[in-house]
C-alpha cells in the first residue's frame, strides 16, 4: 500500500469521510461489500452436509464401486493371463521360494494392524466414517 492508500484506509476507520475523491469512493465501495456476507447463513446446512456424509446410500454406493473395481481388475487379470500364456514357473518366483515365511508373516502382520485400526481406533476415535 501507498501512503495515500493508508491514509484513506485511516480515515475509513476512524470514521473521517473527509474526502470524496475517486479513490475514497471506490475504498467505501469495497468496505460496503466486504462487510456483506456473501453467504448468508442457511439454517440447518451443517446437519445436512453432515448427514449427507453419514447416509448409507453413500456408503452403499462406495461398496458398490469398490466390488465392481475388483472385479474388473480380475476380470483384466485373467484376460492378460490367457493372452499372454503366463507361465508362474518362471525363474522370478523360484528365487522367493526360500522367504515363503517371511511373505507369510508380512501379510499377517498387514492384516493385524488393518484388524487394529478397525476395532480400536476407529471406534474411539472416530476419526474414520
Not at 501512503?3 to 470514521?15: R, V, Y
Request: zero cysteines; aromatic letters at 12%; hydrophobic letters at 50%.
Amino acid at each position: 500500500m501507498t501512503g495515500s492508500d493508508e491514509q484513506i484506509q485511516n480515515d475509513l476507520d476512524a470514521g473521517l469521510s473527509s474526502g470524496n475523491s475517486a479513490e475514497h469512493v471506490a475504498y467505501r465501495k469495497v468496505f460496503r461489500a466486504l462487510s456483506n456476507d456473501p453467504y448468508p447463513n442457511q439454517p440447518g446446512l451443517a446437519d445436512r452436509v453432515v448427514s449427507r456424509v453419514t447416509s448409507s446410500a453413500a456408503g452403499d454406493r462406495d461398496l458398490f464401486w469398490l466390488a465392481a473395481g475388483i472385479a474388473l481388475f480380475l476380470a483384466a487379470a485373467v484376460l492378460a493371463i490367457v493372452k499372454t500364456g503366463f507361465n508362474p514357473h518362471v525363474n522370478l518366483f523360484k528365487s522367493f521360494s526360500g522367504y515363503s515365511g517371511f511373505v507369510i508373516f508380512a501379510v499377517a502382520f498387514i492384516l493385524l494392524i488393518n484388524l487394529i485400526d478397525r476395532i480400536w481406533l476407529r471406534d474411539k476415535l472416530k476419526i474414520y466414517p
